[in-house]
C-alpha cells in the first residue's frame, strides 16, 4: 500500500509539473510567432502591453526560487518595473530580447531545480507561509504554489494571445 501511494504521489507531481511545462510551450510558440513590434503594442485599450505581461511574468516564475526555496532569484531587478509599477509607470523596460532571453533561462533553471526534487518535497511549506500557519493549512504547500504559478501564466497567456491580431 505504501509503494501505491509514493507511485500515485509522484504521479500527481508529475502531472503537475508537465502543466507548467505545457503552459510555458505554448507561451514559447507564441512568443515565436510574434513580432518584437507585436509584442510591444498593447492587448487591447488602456490594458498591458505584451512586453509588461512577458517581464511580468518572467519575474513572477522567477519570484519561485524563493516561494520553492531552490536557491536565489536570477532577475530580482525585474520586481520594481514588473511586479511593484503599472505598466503605465513610465519606468523604461528592458529590451523585449533580453526579457525573452530572461524568461527562457528562469524556465530553464526552474526545470533543473523541479528534476532535482523529490515528491515529497513538493508537500513541504514553502517560504511565504509561518510554520504555524502551515501546521493548519498544509495544503499552503510548494505544489500548491506551482499549480497557482501555472494557472497565473496561463491567464496571461489569454491576454498575450490579443497580440496575434495586430
Known amino acids: 500500500m505504501e509503494a501505491q501511494q509514493e507511485t500515485t504521489t509522484a504521479l500527481f507531481i508529475k502531472i503537475a509539473i508537465s502543466n507548467w511545462e505545457l503552459q510555458?510551450?505554448?507561451l514559447n510558440a507564441l512568443l515565436e510567432k510574434l513580432t518584437d513590434e507585436q509584442i510591444a503594442g498593447f492587448?487591447?485599450?488602456?490594458?498591458?502591453?505584451g512586453t509588461y505581461l512577458l517581464g511580468h511574468l518572467t519575474a513572477v516564475s522567477d519570484g519561485l526560487f524563493t516561494f520553492l526555496e531552490l536557491g536565489d532569484r536570477l532577475y530580482p531587478q525585474l520586481d520594481e518595473i514588473f511586479l511593484k509599477n503599472s505598466d503605465t509607470s513610465g519606468l523604461e523596460k528592458p529590451p523585449i530580447a533580453d526579457?525573452?532571453?530572461a524568461w527562457h533561462n528562469v524556465n530553464t533553471t526552474l526545470k533543473q531545480k523541479f528534476d532535482a526534487m523529490q515528491p515529497e518535497d513538493w508537500f513541504t511549506k514553502h517560504s511565504a507561509i509561518p510554520a504555524e500557519d502551515f501546521a493548519k493549512e498544509p495544503h499552503r504547500n510548494k505544489l500548491n504554489i506551482l499549480i497557482n504559478?501555472?494557472?497565473h501564466?496561463?491567464?496571461h497567456m489569454g491576454q498575450l494571445a490579443y497580440l496575434m491580431k495586430k
Open 153 to 155: 501564466q496561463g491567464y
Open 149 to 151: 504559478r501555472t494557472v
Open 24 to 26: 510555458n510551450t505554448r
Open 99 to 101: 526579457i525573452k532571453a
Open 43 to 49: 492587448t487591447a485599450p488602456d490594458r498591458n502591453s
